[in-house]
Nanobody, 124 residues
Framework: QLQLVESGGGLVQPGGSLRLSCGAS????????IGWFRQAPGKEREGVSC??????LTKYADSVMGRFTISRGKATVDLQMNSLRPEDTAVYFC???????????????????WGQGAQVTVSS
């Protein structure tokens, strides 16, 4: 079974940057759509950004548009986060789907495999 591992979380000041990476333990991410999601305390999990298996289709939440960039590498799918704000503080999860919905690329129920999450804290 595909096991996802997130890395790169941490504490950063407002306006700073972090880069999250999602990898697969013992497997390849080839052929999977990958999504980044986040969950802040007391809030529902939400889609942040998603990318299809080829990298040709990406989707961003309005709240991160222009600040976050998702990309696919050889073995990882990365989320570059710039101009971070306190409201970006959350646990960030990566997830994989065999098929990406064209209508709702970041719909949570399309994603079958989930990582354990990485904490991102934006605070001065």
């Amino acid at each position: 079974q595909l096991q996802l591992v997130e890395s790169g979380g941490g504490l950063v000041q407002p306006g700073g940057s972090l880069r999250l990476s999602c990898g697969a333990s013992g497997f390849t991410l080839d052929g999977y759509a990958i999504g980044w999601f986040r969950q802040a305390p007391g809030k529902e999990r939400e889609g942040v950004s998603c990318i299809n298996h080829s990298g040709g289709l990406t989707k961003y939440a309005d709240s991160v548009m222009g600040r976050f960039t998702i990309s696919r590498g050889k073995a990882t799918v990365d989320l570059q986060m710039n101009s971070l704000r306190p409201e970006d503080t959350a646990v960030y999860f990566c997830a994989a789907a065999k098929v990406m919905s064209i209508v709702s690329p970041c719909a949570l129920n399309n994603y079958e495999y989930w990582g354990q999450g990485a904490q991102v804290t934006v605070s001065s």
